[in-house]
């Protein structure tokens, strides 16, 4: 069975860092692409960035672009965020998602549950 | 970017019988259109890929259909715990990858 469990969210001042966790099993993590997307209290969905299965290919959304890094660890089946320069805007539940066997379609096949960033003075 | 609007904004449908959810996205995206369902504190759930290809373990009421900017998803006879948001998003030009804004389904 896959899992997806976020962890790292937290009450953080403005302008503050955080790094956001995603520990995967149930598959063969090396061979997919990972995403985080995000929603805000009450809104939509949002993704936010996604790294290939051997990191080559890395992107983000235009709104965490030069603020957030997405890094993946395959030997400890492990997904990262690294979020700098945090804002308000940024206050959401993150999720990690798995991909598709073919990479190049953005598809989430599984979610995990969530962790929630509030960023708030 | 493509945009993708869904209509309605909530969905109001007695057990039993069907819903009609549309998508229409602001440039053709072919088939590449999947449909979330997300449930009150949990992470969304895979639906639908290829606009009408059910996901593993999804039951045969769910159908998805359309092409190019038109999509429709369709839910035969609701049961109680379909009851939730649904979203689309299209994955045909990405990044950046793009989700409608979700219609509510919610017992009438």
């Known amino acids: 069975e896959v899992q997806l469990v976020e962890s790292g969210g937290t009450l953080v001042k403005p302008g503050g860092s955080l790094r956001l966790s995603c520990a995967a099993s149930?598959?063969?993590?090396?061979?997919?692409?990972m995403y985080w997307v995000r929603q805000a209290p009450g809104k939509g969905l949002e993704w936010v960035s996604s790294?290939?299965?051997?990191?080559?290919?890395?992107f983000y959304a235009d709104s965490v672009k030069g603020r957030f890094t997405i890094t993946r660890d395959n030997a400890k089946n492990s997904l990262y965020l690294q979020m700098n320069s945090l804002r308000a805007e940024d206050t959401a539940m993150y999720y990690c998602?798995?991909?598709?066997?073919?990479?190049?379609?953005?598809?989430?096949?599984?979610w995990g549950q969530g962790t929630l960033v509030t960023v708030s003075s | 970017e493509i945009a993708m609007t869904q209509s309605p904004a909530t969905l109001s449908v007695s057990p039993g019988e069907r819903a009609t959810l549309s998508c229409r996205a602001s440039?053709?995206?072919?088939?590449?259109l999947a449909w979330y369902q997300q449930k009150p504190g949990q992470g969304p759930r895979l639906l639908i890929h290829?606009?009408?290809t059910r996901a593993t373990g999804i039951p045969a009421r769910f159908s998805g259909s359309g092409s190019g900017t038109e999509f429709t998803l369709t839910i035969s006879s609701l049961q109680s715990e379909d009851f939730a948001v649904y979203y689309c998003?299209?994955?045909?030009?990405?990044?950046?990858?793009?989700f409608g804004q979700g219609t509510k389904v919610e017992i009438k």
């Open positions: 998602a798995r991909g598709d066997s073919l990479e190049q379609l953005a598809l989430f096949h599984n």
């Open positions: 149930g598959f063969t993590f090396s061979s997919y692409t």
């Open positions: 790294i290939s299965s051997a990191t080559h290919y890395v």
């Open positions: 440039q053709s995206v072919g088939s590449n």
């Open positions: 290829g606009a009408s």
């Open positions: 998003q299209q994955y045909n030009n990405w990044p950046p990858v793009t």
